[in-house]
């Protein structure tokens, strides 16, 4: 990744370290003048690593390919219809679903910076948030899905959709062939986070094994 | 500003996007500190999210790109403490505090953080939309040096009103603290070709999400 660092490169160790230093003195500042609780600082890290994720919106999509009155609400309010989702926090906002089509393919960025559906699919990965996905998007998106290894018929029509107010888009992609008759439990193992982005394709049913 | 480095869109020379597979949420446990610390002060309404964009934004061109993700948090976070008046210059050189915190309107608690937080943005009219889907519009050529949501490479370009996405608050006003100022907020596609240029692929389209304000009739 062009413009980010990983701790597992060891020619940013020093800098990191530094980080480490800071980002603990800033803590200790926060916390001895009472604006921060460390307890709810480690609840929201533990929400973002076990409680929110991909997971919740490939149930979404699962739902959405199994019955067609749920798409229906899906694709006319998504926030209603995730929010009235059995099992889930009603947690959504302003979210939008695109679906895609044979005719259409739908790819979401943030140019400006980093607007993802959080909560259906939880902290978008590094190269989201990268330099060359944000510039790329939106001029050569082609290009991005082929190095993510997106194949589509040449007659495809591509729709880009740049997130830059609050609304959140989540991509309903295609359902795979060969899945008729599939519970809902499994159509979910089939739906990628990418597939939810637009960078991806659902999992055909020989992937999953 | 808004002329700046974030506004990244269509820019050349960032090499291929490079996934890295079963990425974790956090490489290293100072990001997660950094993300919850920056929720957690979101949170006390100290400022806007827009506010917090604009922190991001106006950090030097190559601080910026030469930052992490959660780097860029951090320094924008450390900005914004500092103007707020809430953390002093001398106490994150001291790397302690060295006088008492000013009271908070709320603060985050564990109670408030096991229940996922998502605020709403959307805002009571004060008039009707001026502008419905099938319209076809023209973006204003904006160039203000404060915070907007219009990235250039949008900006004076013909589209097309696909949806009305309701009234809400415009990040233009609420990035400066002069309240949420709602406005309608509008999916504007545009051929590729009209942002691109003729050797566009015709069957590309891109939306941005236009506040009415960005927008004239064409």
Same mark, same amino acid.
């Given at each position: 990744m062009a413009d980010e660092h990983h701790p597992h490169d060891d020619q940013h160790g020093s800098?990191? /370290?530094?980080?480490?230093l800071r980002v603990r003195a800033l803590e200790t500042i926060l916390t001895e003048k009472g604006y921060v609780d460390p307890a709810a600082l480690d609840q929201l890290i533990e929400n973002a690593e076990t409680r929110i994720g991909p997971h919740i919106g490939a149930r979404v999509v699962a739902r959405a390919w199994s019955a067609p009155e749920f798409k229906r609400r899906l694709l006319e309010d998504a926030t209603e219809a995730v929010n009235a989702l059995a099992g889930f926090d009603p947690v959504a906002a302003h979210l939008i679903a695109v679906e895609n089509t044979p005719q259409v393919h739908n790819i979401v960025v943030c140019t400006l910076c980093s607007c993802y559906p959080w909560s259906v699919l939880g902290l978008p990965p590094v190269w989201y948030k990268s330099a060359s996905y944000r510039s790329r998007a939106v001029i050569d998106p082609k290009g991005v899905l082929s190095e993510f290894g997106v194949k589509l018929p040449p007659d495809t029509q591509i729709r880009v959709w740049d997130s830059t107010a609050e609304t959140r888009f989540l $991509? $309903?992609?295609?359902?795979?062939?060969?899945?008729? =008759?599939? /519970?809902?439990?499994?159509?979910?193992?089939? $739906?990628?986070?990418? /597939?939810? $982005?637009?960078? =991806?394709?659902?999992? /055909?049913?020989?992937?999953? =094994? | 500003?808004?002329? !700046? &480095? #974030?506004?990244?869109?269509?820019? #050349?020379?960032? +090499?291929?996007?490079?996934? @890295?597979? #079963?990425e974790p949420p956090f490489h290293s446990a100072w990001e997660g500190r950094v993300y919850a610390m920056q929720r957690a002060m979101g949170f006390t309404g100290m400022w806007t999210i827009d506010g917090g964009r604009a922190s991001l934004e106006t950090l030097p061109p190559l601080t910026y790109l030469a930052a992490s993700y959660y780097e860029r948090w951090f320094l924008g976070? @450390?900005?914004?403490? %500092?103007?707020? +008046?809430? %953390?002093?210059?001398? @106490?994150?050189?001291? +790397?302690?505090?060295?006088? *008492? +915190?000013?009271?908070?309107?709320?603060?985050? !608690?564990? @109670?408030d953080a096991k229940t996922p937080q998502y605020l709403r943005y959307d805002r009571p009219a004060a008039a009707a939309a001026r502008f419905k889907p099938g319209d076809a519009v023209r973006t204003r050529n904006l160039n203000p040096t404060t915070h907007t949501r219009l990235p250039?490479?949008?900006?004076?370009?013909?589209? !097309? %009103?696909?949806?009305?996405?309701?009234?809400h608050v415009f990040p233009d006003s609420a990035a400066l603290g002069a309240g949420d100022d709602p406005q309608w907020l509008y999916t504007v596609a545009f051929a590729a070709r009209e942002l691109w240029?003729?050797?566009?692929? *015709?069957? &590309?389209?891109?939306?941005i999400e236009a506040f009415e304000p960005y927008l004239i009739p064409a």
């Open positions: 800098e990191l /370290s530094e980080m480490q $991509v $309903v992609p295609m359902r795979p062939q060969g899945t008729e =008759g599939w /519970s809902e439990e499994d159509l979910a193992r089939l $739906v990628t986070r990418d /597939s939810m $982005v637009g960078t =991806g394709l659902a999992k /055909s049913p020989g992937e999953i =094994g | 500003m808004s002329n !700046t &480095i #974030h506004d990244m869109g269509g820019m #050349h020379g960032f +090499g291929p996007v490079v996934a @890295e597979p #079963h976070l @450390e900005k914004r403490l %500092v103007a707020h +008046g809430l %953390v002093g210059d001398d @106490e994150l050189a001291a +790397g302690r505090s060295l006088r *008492p +915190g000013l009271r908070l309107n709320r603060k985050l !608690t564990l @109670e250039r490479y949008a900006r004076d370009k013909r589209g !097309t %009103v696909e949806a009305v996405r309701g009234c240029g003729e050797d566009a692929d *015709p069957a &590309i389209r891109v939306s």
